[in-house]
């Protein structure tokens, strides 16, 4: 089994930096910790040795790991992805790790939507790659029991701008705004969106 951890690398008049750096580490060392994996903290610096190839443009890391460390590290191109068509659907998948293989994952997705909202235990979770948060008029909402706890989300629960909450399935068409979470994508904001019952 491998895991991966995808990271963004900002670069900016040919200066980079890793976003969420701290929040990465941590995730990783608990992915570790729960698979009883070795964790060495120098060769997790090796992903800030990165050469310029590139100017202004930012990169995408993508770090595949497993019991016995690091077995590769990758950067691509942040191509960027526009989102307006989400169809709900029904899943009791279980992804609480970024797994390398996701095929399960991936199959939930029909082909002729943006993205999907899945539902777990009538309970709005993930879509297939980032954590969602809705704004009701007055705050941004994000679920309680994400399929999987993204650095980025957990940032933002910490600067207390979002709220965990239970949303349901048939809270989705009170809310006013969508928003999709990852390390690439940040806070990537919907205002214009369609939902697929």
Known sequence: MEIIETILLKI???????????YHLNRVKNTCKYYKWKFDEK???KIKNYKLKVKNENLRIRVTYNYNGIK??????????????????N?????HFKYAKRE??????????DEIIIIKNNLVTDTTISNLAFFDGKE????????????????LIQKGFLKEVNIHKYDLKYFKKIAMINAILG????????IIF
Request: proline content about 6%; cysteine-free.
């Open 140 to 155: 941004w909402l994000t679920p309680k029991y994400p399929l999987l706890k993204g650095t980025k989300r957990e940032e």
């Open 72 to 89: 590769k590290i990758e950067y691509f191109p942040v191509k960027k992805r526009e989102f307006k068509t989400f169809k709900i659907v």
């Open 43 to 45: 060769e997790w610096e």
């Open 187 to 194: 806070f990537y904001e919907i205002k214009d969106y369609d």
């Open 91 to 95: 899943s009791n998948i279980n992804y």
């Open 104 to 113: 399960n994952l991936n199959s939930l997705k029909p082909k002729n939507v």
């Open 12 to 22: 900016e008049n040919e200066k980079f930096k890793i976003e969420n750096y701290f």
